[in-house]
């Protein structure tokens, strides 16, 4: 069984007829996201995390206690998706559909009523399809519904991505945020070199491990107003395609 979540709202599950969005739950989603992820650690090259090295360490990410870790059930900031593809057979991990990645709330805080959209790993059969923007349109329409009406009533949802990963920018731009600024120099990438990772493509700082690489970080937003204006009917409609 997972472990409770620690996570200040109640969340649930949420679908539409492509897509459904549940709890992740280590113990009947990691083998699966393990056995399809595994030959291509390439999905982590703009992440701060490694490719595990097995399902184990997977679910030892789930069931750390540290408080800061994006994926630990004990950092009260963070939740964590299974995203189920409804338009395929019924499968071990869920009777709707096949585990086809996740997607997570990360630095969420109910004092300022925002949250962060992050973790987002579209398992390489189910790339460039209905996939992302029905995943990610979802946790939109979760995060900024109402509580009355089981959502999370948050007023600002942030989005970051690498400036090398134009997939996710423009993922983002198409379900309504928009750009704030850059931020450089953002995450040090210890090794990187040697562990896969994308750098930011410029010169080091001086005295720097020459393994290492940095991200520079894209900043993006969407805030409640925008998405009850425009965004939202945006994001219906890309999800629609």
């Given at each position: 069984?997972?472990?409770?979540?620690?996570?200040?709202?109640?969340?649930?599950?949420?679908?539409?007829?492509?897509?459904?969005?549940?709890?992740?739950?280590?113990?009947?989603?990691?083998?699966?996201?393990?056995?399809?992820?595994?030959?291509?650690?390439?999905?982590?090259?703009?992440?701060?995390?490694?490719?595990?090295?097995?399902?184990?360490?997977?679910?030892?990410?789930?069931?750390?206690?540290?408080?800061?870790?994006?994926?630990?059930?004990?950092?009260?900031?963070?939740?964590?998706?299974?995203?189920?593809?409804?338009?395929?057979?019924?499968?071990?991990?869920?009777?709707?559909?096949?585990?086809?990645?996740?997607?997570?709330?990360?630095?969420?805080?109910?004092?300022?009523?925002?949250?962060?959209?992050?973790?987002?790993?579209?398992?390489?059969?189910?790339?460039?399809?209905?996939?992302?923007?029905?995943?990610?349109?979802?946790?939109?329409?979760?995060?900024?519904?109402?509580?009355?009406?089981?959502?999370?009533?948050?007023?600002?949802?942030?989005?970051?991505?690498?400036?090398?990963?134009?997939?996710?920018?423009?993922?983002?731009?198409?379900?309504?945020?928009?750009?704030?600024?850059?931020?450089?120099?953002?995450?040090?990438?210890?090794?990187?070199?040697?562990?896969?990772?994308?750098?930011?493509?410029?010169?080091?700082?001086?005295g720097s491990d020459p393994e290492?690489?940095?991200?520079?970080?894209?900043?993006?937003?969407?805030?409640?107003?925008?998405?009850?204006?425009?965004?939202?009917?945006?994001?219906?409609?890309?999800?629609?395609?």
């Amino acid at each position: 069984m997972a472990s409770p979540s620690v996570f200040p709202f109640h969340v649930g599950q949420t679908s539409n007829e492509r897509v459904k969005l549940i709890p992740f739950n280590p113990e009947r989603h990691c083998e699966t996201f393990f056995r399809i992820s595994s030959p291509h650690p390439e999905i982590y090259k703009h992440l701060p995390l490694l490719p595990p090295a097995s399902a184990t360490e997977l679910k030892s990410l789930f069931y750390s206690n540290s408080t800061s870790h994006i994926l630990s059930f004990s950092n009260p900031e963070s939740f964590a998706f299974a995203i189920i593809d409804k338009t395929r057979p019924p499968s071990p991990e869920d009777p709707e559909g096949e585990l086809a990645g996740t997607v997570s709330f990360i630095r969420t805080s109910p004092t300022n009523l925002c949250t962060e959209v992050g973790f987002i790993v579209i398992l390489p059969p189910y790339q460039r399809t209905h996939v992302a923007t029905n995943a990610v349109g979802l946790v939109l329409q979760l995060a900024f519904q109402s509580t009355e009406d089981g959502g999370l009533g948050l007023r600002r949802i942030h989005w970051s991505a690498s400036t090398m990963n134009l997939a996710s920018s423009r993922l983002a731009q198409r379900m309504g945020f928009e750009k704030v600024g850059i931020i450089p120099w953002h995450m040090r990438f210890v090794k990187g070199k040697i562990n896969g990772k994308v750098g930011n493509g410029r010169e080091l700082p001086p005295g720097s491990d020459p393994e290492d690489l940095w991200r520079d970080t894209l900043s993006l937003t969407l805030a409640w107003d925008r998405w009850e204006n425009d965004a939202r009917e945006r994001a219906v409609k890309a999800m629609e395609r």
